[in-house]
Nanobody, 129 residues
């Protein structure tokens, strides 16, 4: 598995949850730091949507409008891990969350699923009202 997402589960509205995405050292080797990382989500019956991405080049971060001010992405290259801290959760945050790695670094590329080379298997987040 090239990317392994974890940390999903059940939370109440207003609560918090942290997702992790660990990259395979065998796959990425020393190049993990040259990949931008992103999170997408897909709710039941809906298309997959962009949540957040962090550029490897300068650390710039972009958030989807629905999560701005509530979600935070961070990464620890030494641990080959990216985190998604989710606060003030809402029932509409309920979805399967996917992490992904991209060799690109611009906003227009990182908000497009087609620009990602590697995808995790998804971790389910359920927020109850």
């Amino acid at each position: 598995v090239q990317l392994q997402a974890s940390g999903g589960g059940l939370a109440q509205a207003g609560g918090s949850m942290r997702l992790s995405c660990t990259a395979s050292e065998r796959t990425f080797g020393r190049k993990f730091g040259t990949y931008s990382m992103g999170w997408f989500r897909q709710a039941l019956g809906k298309e997959r949507e962009f949540v957040v991405a962090k550029s490897y080049r300068d650390g710039r971060t972009w958030y989807g409008d629905s999560v701005k001010g509530r979600f935070t992405i961070s990464r620890d290259n030494d641990r080959y891990t990216v985190y998604l801290q989710m606060n003030s959760l809402k029932p509409e945050d309920t979805a399967l969350y996917y992490c992904a790695a991209s060799p690109y670094y611009s906003y227009s590329d990182l908000t497009s699923m087609r620009k990602y080379d590697y995808w995790g298997q998804g971790t389910k987040v359920t927020v109850s009202s």
